[in-house]
């Protein structure tokens, strides 16, 4: 087992609401309350092996946070991914109405690089936030050769994220991209989980090249606990709980692992924002899933579109 196959995604650290089923309310929010919660976690999480860290920009206050503490901390040993994209616009005010701002222009990409390169050296990881094909930036070569410039200079590996229903069909097209015949990318952040399961049927190809797959919301943001305004999953939760009984873990922990052992990840990101549900999703590395529990979470997925659609109508809090 490899401890350090979990990676922390900040995103929930970094602003005080996020798309997520929250069953409590969250407490009165104060910058350096909420700040040092975050660092508190970064600390946590490398205390318990965790050594990659995935932010963003469009994650408020997040990459700042990782920066300074990288350097503070004084250690050595990780690793950051970031991404462009995204502009976080709602100033940490919990009851905003627009959250962050998409584009995908060479404009942003240099305007965002120039603060992200504060990462070095630590950064190695560099990404399109949502790569989709409406926003046109896969087929954008004032974009592709300015990423291919970065990766050169900077030894980076260079990737993109994708949501949606079509996520499949992005990462294809994203395989093909050359730039002066060398293929652009080397990592997909792409979302996965025992109800979307739609990467599996690239996984082992996307094996086959140099492409390394990164998990993301493999707790399907919250929805694989069970819950009753989720009744088309409780199947699935009760055999979700039955594996977490059998293994003497939480829920999290059988669909993070279900993540590892059965697509080729090179990471799965944690979202934990708490010390608690960090700690339960790193039970992770106390156990493997039997193959034929596997085959019984690999049952439980769902219509891609149905996910996505479901996916859309979740609030940010
Ligand atoms: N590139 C992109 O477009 C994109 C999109 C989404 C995510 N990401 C990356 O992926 C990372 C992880 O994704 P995510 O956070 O959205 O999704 P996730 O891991 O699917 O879900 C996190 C949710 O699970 C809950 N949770 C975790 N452990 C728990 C436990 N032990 N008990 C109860 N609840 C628990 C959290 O609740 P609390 O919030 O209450 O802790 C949160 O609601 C992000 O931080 C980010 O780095 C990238």
Redesign the pocket.
Known sequence: MNKIQIG?????IGRPV?????KEKSAAFTLDVFRQRGIDILDAAYAQGIRYF???PG?GMAEEMLKDWAINSGKRDIEIAT?WGYTYVANFDPNAVVHEIKEHSIEKLNEQWEISQGLLPFLTTY?I??ATFESGVLKNKKVLHRLAELKNEHGLQMGL?T?GSNQVEVLKEAMDIEVDGTALFTVF?V?Y?VFEQSLATVADEIARTNIKLVI???????R??PNEKFQSYTTAYTHMNGLATKYNV?V?AVALRFCMDSIPAFRV??????K??LS??LKVNQFTLKDEDVAILRELAVDSDFYWKQRKELAWN
């Open positions: 922390l995604g900040t995103a929930a996020y798309i997520n089923i929250k995935d932010t963003a994650y991404k990404q936030h949502s994220s949501s952040q979302t989980n993301k919301e493999a707790l399907a943001n919250g694989v606990f939480g999290d990101l944690s979202g934990a924002a708490n608690l549900h339960d999703n």
